[in-house]
């Protein structure tokens, strides 16, 4: 029985393909039994497995260290708030399948709800992209320049090599490049105008208005900046209030992605003044990075990620490297769309090292604010309800209708948001009015356009500003090729020379062909000039129409034609919330016209509720250096206007920065270190010197002054022509600041091998200069202007006139060799760095450059002529040093840059005269006369030598103008 089932079997397996069916079936029950398992049994095991399986390691930022001033007093800290973060997450991709939407869609809907929640708090958002929406509803771009640049190319994604593009993607850069700022949010609402593949980019819906839409952008935008490290966090608003907290907290299950964290933002005690010193913190750029990270690996502890804050100016930007923490790191185990599921390791940031000035910064801030009273007691002096500037080109006049305008030229009124949703009912009234002014202007200017046959020069000052509009208008659109002008052609000079109008001048450029017709609608190939001229009176029209700053030149010229009021135009402060109305008795007087729109300007400016850099009129900015000058160190390093670096750190306020940018009065600007000035007669001790120790004059030598020099062609004039000064000595001639003494000088200088040559005698000035420490970069730690000595006529630089240009920082390192008799230093502003610990890390000792071996007998008449400045009986300016405790030394000067601006005003000094322990540098770009720089200066010694009783008083004075009459300096 066996033997036959053996035998039965034996047959079976000798079947080769039943032998395979039977494998194959017992493989398959096995994959079965194995796929149960996992699934099954192991389901829920090896799903965990699977979500937990990505290991990701980031970097957390160190916490920067602090900026003291010399004292030990805080100037730049870190202060921990909450914040409101965004992270893309899992459950947008889970919501867009269930709700049958977009993960976009999601993603704005969120981001919206909780815009929704902070401005219902009163709080703010970070807005990184420089776009806003003005209340005309209309885009506008708050960078410029290379800013503006880089953000177009990070938003469009443009390289720098262009080799491999096709001629159509080559173009489309181009378009990009040069894109509106209306263009560039279609863009990143819709993806239009973006390369083959950029998709719909944020794909914000029709739903949302422009404005909301542009919110939303924003903090899509920060997102998209960090789209390659989706697990990030990206910070979308700092500060927030405890109502924000607590409503963002309760309706979490309605917004993911969005989390309530802290963060580190810095903070700055006396701003405005420390500004230009300091500076101010941002998320570093994509540039940035790259040269933090030059060399570095993501494993380095000062490698820089992404969100890091790093310095943008100052010194937050010159010792970046020791003032950034380094970093800290955290392991976390993330799913396969970057969603953190835990942190599974952290390694804690470090802290940076501490920054100590060699700043003062209760000097720092009151001579801020005198500065700031002294510019303000000048314009006042000047302002006039009159229309006329004056005949007088050293008393130009300022009449009161440019401080209306100003207000609005200036930026500080906003024209663009006057019809916003935001606006007053009287905003809205004068937003209408200034329409209907712009519509005549317009109609006045097509008119002159098409019909007008009076030459430019008859034509009234409104419609020559509107000729002059249009026709830079038409240039820079490239409708008038002014590269195909012939400059000699003498219908183009006529027009140049104002003897012909804008309409003859445009009909004939049109025969010339330079004017580009396929810019304008026409229909027909062939046309007369007549057709062509209406074309480009409705292009011009077209143009007028969308042109924001057309309404600004509208504005100017109603102001001055009186069809705008100063009324209007001073209302309009307290509307926009510049001025308060609250409290402020002068808000009725000026409404019910009781008070004079002159009276009203002349009270806030004298008590700074408005600042001459707000109007930006001359002058409205200045500087002044306080060194040591036994060490070089700078106590106090005043660049006005300044601005206040809270509001562009953490997150920069974009209508502010954007009014910084357009301000005249160049708030962003360092006029210490960057502002080249002619020295005028404060380089006289520099030639004094120079003739001194070439032995082409000594101590003694008198030169006679009888008002004009005629050694030279055209003959120089002293400042005191058609009178004179005289015989002079050296130390006379610095009191007097006689000009026809260092004319002298300048010539024998030139004129020491035996016949004159003026370049022997500037290469003898630019000897001295550089021996002086004029002729170099001052030393300071910032970014700083070259020096350029005088390389034209040795006779009139001699008196600091030629091509003599220096930094006022320059100008403070040559006073002070002067007042220490030799001792050449590089100036400081740092004192030294340390760790959290107090441990020095670097120490910035006295940087001392060379000492001059002069003799006694010459550095004893200069300072004698410096103090006789200050004392002297034929000094101009010794009136203001009347009654002073302290003895002091000075030296006069004034620069002509422009014959229709008032003159620069300078003035260099040091005491005590027996014993110098400060130099004072003051410098008032259109300044009218020294004297103004001498009073401040008297005001600066008062304060530093007072008492602390007599400083308390000075301190509280120091917030109202005095009017300034001082008369001209004789320099």
Same mark, same amino acid.
């Given at each position: ?65 602090? =900026? ?54 009163? /709080? ?25 640049? %880089? ?13 491999? !593009? ?32 950029? &998709? ?32 990030? %966090? ?30 580190? =933002? ?15 913190? &941002? +998320? ?52 396969? =769309? ?67 305008? *100003? ?18 009912? $009287? ?11 712009? /519509?005549? #202007? ?44 012939? +400059? ?6 006529? @027009? ?7 309409? #003859? ?8 062909? @330079? ?7 026409? /229909? ?10 209406? #074309? !480009? ?94 060490? &070089? %160190? ?55 010197? *120079? ?5 082409? =004059? ?20 002293? @400042? ?10 050296? +130390? ?10 260092? $004319? ?38 910032? /970014? ?128 005590? $005269? ?16 020294? *004297? ?16 602390? %009783? ?22």
């Amino acid at each position: 029985m066996l033997r036959k089932i053996y035998e039965k079997a034996e047959k079976l397996l000798e079947n080769r393909l039943l032998a395979m069916s039977v494998l194959i079936v017992v493989l398959f029950c096995v994959l079965v039994y194995r796929v149960f398992v996992l699934q099954i049994v192991q389901g829920e095991s090896h799903k965990e497995d699977f979500t937990y399986k990505v290991q990701k390691t980031v970097k957390t930022s160190g916490t920067r260290g602090n =900026i003291y001033d010399v004292n030990g007093k805080l100037l730049a800290y870190n202060k921990l708030v909450y914040t409101v973060t965004f992270q893309n997450d899992n459950e947008f991709q889970v919501l867009a399948q269930e709700n049958e939407t977009s993960q976009n869609y999601e993603k704005n809907k969120v981001i919206y709800e909780v815009i929704q929640i902070l401005e219902k708090n009163g /709080d703010s958002f970070i807005n990184e992209i420089p776009i806003e929406y003005t209340g005309s509803g209309k885009f506008r771009f708050t960078e410029t320049g290379s800013k503006l640049k %880089k953000f177009k190319r990070d938003v469009f994604g443009i390289g720098n090599d262009t080799s491999d !593009l096709s001629a159509s993607e080559k173009e489309l850069r181009k378009k990009q490049l040069n894109a509106s700022a209306e263009e560039v949010f279609e863009y990143l609402r819709n993806g239009t105008m973006g390369s083959a593949g950029t &998709g719909k980019m944020f794909e914000i819906d029709k739903k949302y208005s422009n404005e909301d839409a542009l919110k939303i952008m924003s903090v899509r935008y920060s997102a998209f900046l960090s789209r390659y490290s989706q697990y990030m %966090k990206v910070t979308i608003a700092t500060e927030i209030s405890s109502r924000s907290i607590a409503e963002i907290k309760e309706r979490s299950s309605e917004l993911p992605g969005i989390d309530i964290d802290t963060k580190s =933002i810095r903070v700055y005690n006396k701003s405005e003044a420390m500004s230009h010193i300091i500076g101010y913190t &941002g +998320t570093v750029s994509t540039d940035e990075l790259e040269t933090y990270n030059k060399g570095k690996s993501e494993d380095d502890k000062d490698y820089y990620s992404s969100d890091e804050t790093v310095g943008k100016s100052g010194i937050e930007k010159e010792l970046e490297s020791y003032l950034h923490g380094d970093s800290g790191s955290k392991t976390m185990i993330v799913n396969n =769309i970057g969603k953190v599921i835990q942190t599974t390791k952290t390694v804690k940031a470090g802290t940076g090292n501490n920054v100590t000035l060699s700043i003062d910064s209760e000097l720092q801030e009151y001579v801020y604010n005198l500065l700031e009273k002294r510019i303000a007691g000048i314009v006042l002096s000047k302002l006039t309800t009159s229309d006329s500037k004056g005949e007088n080109s050293d008393d130009i006049r300022i009449p009161i209708k440019e401080a209306y305008y *100003a207000l609005i030229g200036n930026g500080i009124i906003d024209l663009e948001n006057l019809n916003g949703k935001d606006a007053t009912s $009287y905003e809205k009234s004068m937003y209408r009015k200034i329409q209907t002014l712009k /519509d005549s #202007a317009i109609s006045m200017s097509r008119s002159m356009i098409l019909s007008s046959n009076k030459a430019y020069e008859d034509e009234s000052d409104e419609k020559q500003a509107y000729a002059s509009y249009i026709y830079s208008m038409l240039s820079d659109n490239k409708v008038l090729l002014s590269s195909s002008i012939d +400059t000699s052609d003498k219908t183009y000079q006529r @027009w140049k020379d104002e003897k012909i109008g804008l309409g #003859a001048f445009l009909r004939y450029a049109i025969n010339k062909e @330079w004017i580009d017709i396929s810019s304008l609608k026409i /229909d027909s190939k062939y046309n007369d000039t007549e057709e062509i001229m209406n #074309a !480009l009176a409705d292009y011009v029209e077209d143009q007028l129409i969308e042109a924001d700053d057309f309404n600004m030149t509208v504005c100017e010229q109603k102001i001055l034609n009186g069809k705008l009021s100063g009324r209007e135009v001073c209302l309009l402060l307290y509307e926009q919330d510049i001025l308060k109305k609250k409290g402020d008795s002068d808000y009725t007087a000026l409404k019910s016209g009781s008070m004079s729109s002159y009276d009203f300007i002349y009270k806030k400016l004298k008590n700074l509720e408005i600042t001459p850099a707000q109007l930006g009129l001359d002058p409205c900015s200045g500087s002044v250096v306080i060194t040591d000058p036994q060490s &070089g %160190k700078v106590k106090a390093m005043v660049s006005y206007p300044g601005y206040d670096s809270n509001r562009l750190s953490n997150g920069t306020d974009s209508g502010y920065y954007r009014q910084l940018v357009n301000s005249t009065s160049t708030p962003l600007y360092n006029q210490v270190l960057n502002h080249k000035t002619a020295p005028g007669s404060t380089f006289k001790p520099l030639a004094a010197l *120079a003739g001194l120790n070439e032995e082409v =004059i000594t101590t003694g030598t008198v030169i006679n002054c009888t008002g004009l020099y005629d050694k030279i062609t055209p003959p120089a004039k002293c @400042w005191k022509y058609p009178s004179k000064h005289g015989a002079r000595t050296v +130390t006379s001639a610095i009191e007097a600041s006689c000009n026809s003494f260092f $004319y002298e000088v300048g010539y024998q200088l030139g004129n020491k091998s035996g016949s004159y040559s003026s370049k022997e005698g500037l290469a003898y000035l630019e000897k001295y200069a550089t021996q002086l420490g004029l002729n170099k970069k001052s030393g300071i730690e910032l /970014d700083e202007a070259s020096p350029q000595v005088s390389d034209e006529t040795s006779v009139r630089s001699a008196i600091g006139q030629g091509r003599n240009s220096f930094t006022p920082s320059q100008i403070s390192n040559y006073v002070t060799t002067l007042s220490n008799r030799g001792n050449v230093y590089d100036l400081s502003i740092l004192n030294k760095i340390t760790d959290d610990s107090g441990k020095t890390v670097k120490k910035y000792g006295v940087k001392k450059k060379n000492q001059l071996h002069y003799k006694s007998e010459y550095w004893d008449a200069v300072q004698a002529g410096m103090r006789g400045v200050i004392n002297g009986a034929d000094s101009s300016v010794n009136n203001i040093f009347k009654g002073m405790k302290v003895n002091i030394a000075g030296k006069t000067g004034t620069a002509q840059e422009d014959k229709k601006r008032p003159n620069h005003a300078l003035f260099i000094s040091y005491g005590p $005269y027996e014993k110098p322990e400060i130099t004072t540098t003051v410098v008032i770009p259109f300044g009218y006369t020294s *004297a103004n720089a001498a009073a401040t200066a008297r005001e600066i010694y008062e304060y530093y030598f007072a008492n602390d %009783k007599t400083k308390a008083k000075l301190e509280k004075s120091n917030h109202t103008a005095s009017v300034s009459n001082l008369g001209a300096a004789g320099d």
